[in-house]
Nanobody, 119 residues
Framework: QVQLVESGGGLVQPGGSLRLSCVGA?????????MGWYCQFPGKERELVAA???????NYADFVKGRFAISVDTAKNTVYLQMNTLKPEDTAVYSC????????????WGQGTQVTVSS
């Protein structure tokens, strides 16, 4: 079973930074792959925060533009989410996702990591 393991969540003060990491098996990182970070606010559906394709294209939710940055290190099979200027409203469970753009069965999720922004 393919696993994605996230780390880097925790408690941070407003204005602070965190870097989330998501490491997976080498076999799921390759061409035609889309890697993303999603968040789930209390009582709401999971939504996209940021995504990056194997070709390097990126996409961000409006509420994180200019504050968050997604990147991937293929040598380490790891996707990162650098989170800067964090706000209390960023508090959520963040999960990573790796999927193949054309093969729907190749769709993998991590277990999620809690990010809490509070003074």
């Amino acid at each position: 079973q393919v696993q994605l393991v996230e780390s880097g969540g925790g408690l941070v003060q407003p204005g602070g930074s965190l870097r989330l990491s998501c490491v997976g098996a080498r076999s799921i990182f390759g061409i035609n792959t889309v890697m993303g970070w999603y968040c789930q606010f209390p009582g709401k559906e999971r939504e996209l925060v940021a995504a990056i394709t194997s070709g390097g294209g990126t996409n961000y939710a409006d509420f994180v533009k200019g504050r968050f940055a997604i990147s991937v290190d293929t040598a380490k099979n790891t996707v990162y989410l650098q989170m800067n200027t964090l706000k209390p409203e960023d508090t959520a469970v963040y999960s990573c996702n790796v999927r193949h753009a054309y093969i729907s069965a190749h769709n993998y999720w991590g277990q999620g990591t809690q990010v809490t922004v509070s003074s």
